[in-house]
């Protein structure tokens, strides 16, 4: 099961870090990602990174403000958000297990891939 959080209210430019944690699983072996679903709006990737931590795939509206890691001693995987902006504002979903090797491409950044969801945790971002 997996479960984000670390989510809450926040000024436009602010930051937040997601965490997406495990239990009664290791993520150690599983590319991951992030979507985030805003209301009245599709479900949409955010970022995913590889197995090893070594290859990361953003979206472009993220592009230089989020940064995707892994710790594997502490089987979590994060999401660094800074220069919020309140068109962020969702609910932010982990998700594990994108068939894409040890290089995540564009193929992690559709939904259907991935293999298992976690429940979510809502960022709001206020102007």
């Known amino acids: 099961q997996l479960q984000a959080s670390g989510g809450g209210l926040v000024q436009a430019a602010g930051s937040l870090r997601l965490s997406c944690a495990a239990s009664?699983?290791?993520?150690?072996?599983?590319?991951m990602g992030w979507f985030r679903q805003a209301p009245g709006k599709e479900r949409e990737f955010v970022a995913a990174i590889s197995w090893t931590g070594a290859s990361t795939y953003y979206a472009d509206s993220v592009k230089g403000r989020f940064a995707i890691s892994r710790d594997h001693a502490k089987n979590t995987v994060y999401l660094q958000m800074n220069s919020l902006k309140p068109e962020d504002t969702a609910i932010y979903y982990c998700a594990a297990d994108c068939p894409s090797g040890t290089v995540v491409t564009a193929l992690c950044s559709q939904s259907r891939f991935f293999r298992s969801w976690g429940q979510g945790s809502l960022v709001t971002v206020s102007s």
């Open positions: 009664g699983r290791t993520l150690g072996s599983y590319n």
